[in-house]
């Protein structure tokens, strides 16, 4: 859907060239409602006859100083080598032109266009301002003109520092008029881009339909092509004296990415001509899976991705009270397990098969990283992932930056076992990640010898500087955290010596329990654990349990929903991560565990519980680490209970993907429940009962996950309906919720918030 943009306030504008791009815009702002005069100037008279009978224009001419008179707006959509004539003649009419004339182009390269332009007019005008629509079909003149060809594409403008703000804000308005998306980027970042996934592939379509075209049977071949060749080869019908253009304006980026394709089929042809079935399933699987991975970070508003594109809308949660919470269900697999079977299974010798993933864009994100650290990896299907590990130092340098998304867990432990390695790399996440503070695993990684440069505050990108002597350290964390402790374990895998870290309260122990099962020996010692450096891992299978965090918020649906019964199947029930069962039993939750086992290392169960009154508790400080990430629900919880419940000790819940103490405390106070805010926790009074215990309201989720799905849950017992904003990131730890929360009674709805 096109985004809702404020039309044009242009007197007069210009559009030079009147083809397919040029007559599409007239017809996108004829569209849009836009009041000033049309104007077109083009060479050829026809052209320009044709797009006054469409309506298109009300005017045009062959001459451009004839039309200029007015004018507050140029669009310049000419071939790129034509740009510096035109702008020489514009050059030289501009006293004709309105006081606050703007100029912009369409053109695919900008570095040409931007040395055309300083030639032209002796410098870089301040009210010109550089653009290229991403859009465009292989039909070309006037006639083609559709005024839906900007629609959900992108815009992509490319100002120099001193380009005027008025300017810029006018042509952005005119593109946002015509549905467009619009972005920002540096001239010469956007002619690498563009040679990559525009110039590159029309390239590579023109020589293969004419070299396809030039043999005897090219009557067979193009008589029995597949879908395939046609929807690859179509853009082999764009105009030709455009791409020429393209090409010959563009030749330095276009050449150097023809030079990595080329290196990449030379690689491609040696795995053939060898029969490397491993390497051909390594690149043929990256491939597949960057594809849909990479379509799914561009279309989802869960990540800003690429260049900080913004999404075309956010989605909104609208929770009704009341409900029930019966049946049986199974959560997702756990997040933090299916995160690291990827990682250890990479670096292990063998081939790990691993059932239960969580296919959630948090662990597609590790999946993707190591695809581009070129480990083959089939799957996911349904749960089920083969990696082919390459062992400890087998990984390879990634063509650019690993991104991460949402990922904390994920850029934690990819630092440590990043550090070990003899390449450089660079760690970058979405914007909400970017803000996340990475000193606590940066600092001790460098007192192991690491290089690692952050940005300020020790956020990300991480730039880690491979080829380092890593040593074993003994570290006294300052602050519980599982994924310092398993990043530091990571590094020690490289480190020389005994890598040892101590803990002041119990953390979930994962990353221990998985390096055992796969044959690296971890010991531990009370509240230190430690292990050598210089061994080896040896593929396991691994089950990946429900996880306890997802669970978590049905389990708090259920305690606060009278004549709720709801078992949760396959739940991980590690000592480490218990502390939302402990905290829940201990403020009289009917909360048993049935049918308990172990599944590779990992204990579970079904969770089985029961609606009773709840009361307030003081929290034991001994189980805040095994809660963590479970306090914006059980804050709901405590919110229902009779009396009051207090929480100290939990000051890192002021560093999650939000500040989760307050984003709770500013969702209570909207609600109308009571509580008193502290800088390490929160007291929460609750109403009890069986009536409502506060009111509805409209809540902001702040973008993180766990904040949206807790105050879905408080719904149940409010007095009216929440609504709340800004929920798309539950799908990268919950993929599933919303279906779940509707089959055990919940009455949840979905919708795009406006633009």
Wanted: with cysteine; aromatic share 6%; hydrophobic share 45%.
């Amino acid at each position: 859907m096109a985004r809702q943009a404020t039309i044009p306030r242009e007197s007069r504008l210009l559009i030079v060239g009147l083809g397919l791009i040029g007559g599409s815009l007239a017809a996108a702002l004829r569209r849009s409602g836009f009041e000033g005069e049309l104007l077109a100037c083009d060479p050829d008279a026809e052209e320009i006859a044709r797009g006054v009978e469409m309506g298109l224009i009300d005017r045009g001419d062959t001459r451009l100083s004839a039309m200029l008179d007015g004018v507050s707006l140029v669009v310049l959509a000419v071939p790129v080598l034509a740009m510096r004539g035109v702008m020489e003649e514009l050059a030289a009419a501009l006293g004709r032109a309105a006081p606050n004339l703007v100029i912009t182009d369409v053109g695919s390269t900008k570095s040409a266009i931007r040395q055309a332009a300083e030639q032209a007019f002796g410098r870089l005008p301040p009210n010109l301002v550089l653009g290229h629509p991403i859009a465009g079909s292989e039909k070309s003149g006037v006639a083609a003109a559709d005024p839906a060809l900007y629609v959900g594409h992108k815009v992509i403008l490319t100002p120099a520092p001193d380009t005027d703000g008025d300017a810029l804000a006018r042509v952005r308005a005119l593109w946002c008029a015509a549905g467009a998306e619009v972005l920002e980027m540096d001239v010469a970042r956007h002619d690498q881009v563009l040679a990559r996934t525009s110039h590159l592939p029309h390239l590579l379509a023109f020589s293969l339909v004419d070299t396809l075209a030039r043999q005897d049977e090219r009557l067979e071949i193009f008589r029995y092509a597949a879908g395939g060749f046609r929807d690859f080869t179509r853009i082999a019908g764009s105009d030709p004296v455009m791409w020429r253009d393209i090409f010959v304006a563009n030749r330095e980026a276009v050449l150097a990415a023809l030079d990595d394709f080329e290196a990449g089929v030379a690689r491609l042809r040696r795995a053939v001509e060898a029969g490397d079935t491993d390497a051909m399933l390594a690149t043929f699987d990256r491939a597949s899976h960057a594809r849909h991975y990479f379509d799914s970070l561009l279309n989802q508003t869960s990540y800003q991705a690429e260049y900080q594109m913004q999404a075309h809308g956010k989605l909104r949660y609208r929770a009704g009270p009341g409900g029930a919470v019966t049946g049986r269900i199974r959560v997702p697999g756990d997040k933090s397990i299916s995160h690291r079977s990827i990682m250890l299974g990479a670096l292990a010798d063998g081939v790990t098969e691993v059932s239960g993933f969580l296919e959630g864009e948090d662990s597609l994100a590790t999946l993707q990283a190591f695809r581009e650290m070129g480990v083959a990896i089939e799957g996911p299907h349904q749960g089920r992932v083969t990696v082919h590990g390459v062992g400890l130092h087998g990984l390879k340098a990634p063509a650019g930056p690993l991104y991460v998304g949402n990922a904390g867990t994920a850029m934690r432990l990819f630092a440590g076992l990043l550090a070990g390695q003899a390449f450089d790399t660079e760690l970058t996440g979405d914007a909400s990640l970017t803000k996340r503070p990475m000193g606590r695993v940066a600092d001790p990684l460098r007192e192991m010898g690491a290089v690692i440069e952050t940005t300020e505050g020790g956020r990300p990108p991480l730039k880690i500087r491979g080829g380092q002597r890593l040593r074993g350290i003994a570290y006294d964390m300052p602050m519980a955290s599982a994924q310092v402790k398993s990043c530091l374990l990571l590094a020690g895998l490289y480190a020389e010596g005994e890598t040892r870290v101590r803990e002041p309260a119990p953390t979930r122990d994962h990353t221990e329990r998985m390096l055992g099962g796969f044959g690296y020996p971890v010991e531990r010692e009370g509240d230190t654990c430690w292990l050598q450096g210089g061994g080896r891992l040896t593929a396991a299978p691994i089950d990946v349990p429900a996880d306890i965090s997802s669970a978590t918020f049905f389990l708090v649906a259920a305690a606060i929903t009278p004549g709720a019964d709801l078992v949760l199947e396959h739940v991980g029930i590690n000592p480490t991560r218990i502390g939302v069962i402990n905290i829940l039993q201990l403020m009289g939750a009917d909360l048993r565990l049935e049918n308990p086992r172990e599944v590779g290392g990992e204990p579970v169960a079904d969770l089985h519980i029961r609606h009773v009154p709840l009361k307030g508790i003081d929290i034991p400080l001994d189980q805040v680490p095994l809660a963590i990430d479970e306090f914006p629900a059980l804050f709901v919880a405590a919110a229902n209970a009779e009396g009051t419940t207090r929480l100290r000790g939990a000051e890192e819940l002021r560093v999650k993907e939000s500040d989760r103490l307050k984003a709770m405390a500013d969702g209570f106070a909207i609600l109308g429940i009571e509580h008193q805010l502290f800088d390490d926790g929160i007291d929460i009074v609750g109403g009890g009962g069986e009536a409502p215990n506060y009111t509805g309201g409209r809540i902001d989720s702040l973008g993180d996950h766990r904040i949206a799905m807790a105050f879905t849950v408080a719904a149940l017992r409010a007095s009216g309906e929440i609504v709340i904003d800004d929920c798309a990131n539950v799908a990268t730890s919950f993929p599933g919720f919303v279906t779940l929360a509707r089959r055990v009674g919940l009455s949840l709805q979905e919708e795009q918030e406006a633009s």
